[in-house]
Nanobody, 124 residues
Framework: QVQLVESGGGLVQAGGSLRLSCVASGRTGSPYVMGWFRQAPGKERECVAAISRGTRFTYYTDSVKGRFTISRDNDKNQGYLQMNSLKPEDTAVYYC?????????????????WGQGTQVTISS
């Protein structure tokens, strides 16, 4: 069992920045792949970014390319999502997730472990 806890959400104006953090704990070792998902009211949950355990392979959804950066520190069992140039449409609850696959996955069904979510609100 792996537990994930997100932090770093908040309220910022459009054009601002936030960094989300995800800390993992448990006795099963670090998952091979971690990702960030978000869900806004009335919308489906979507994968924002994902990264392999060795950090070589990454995925970003088109709407955040060039603005968001995913990273991880395996020694600290932590993952990060740096969000720059934030837009009102980025407003959502953001979730950290992980699975034991090899390549980053976009489908939420592929992920085994989930955090509780952290609210990100961008004002216009």
């Amino acid at each position: 069992q792996v537990q994930l806890v997100e932090s770093g959400g908040g309220l910022v104006q459009a054009g601002g920045s936030l960094r989300l953090s995800c800390v993992a704990s448990g006795r099963t070792g670090s998952p091979y792949v971690m990702g960030w998902f978000r869900q806004a009211p009335g919308k489906e949950r979507e994968c924002v970014a994902a990264i392999s355990r060795g950090t070589r392979f990454t995925y970003y959804t088109d709407s955040v390319k060039g603005r968001f950066t995913i990273s991880r520190d395996n020694d600290k069992n932590q993952g990060y999502l740096q969000m720059n140039s934030l837009k009102p449409e980025d407003t959502a609850v953001y979730y950290c997730a992980a699975h034991y696959g090899t390549l980053p996955k976009r489908e939420d069904s592929e992920y085994t472990y989930w955090g509780q979510g952290t609210q990100v609100t961008i004002s216009s």
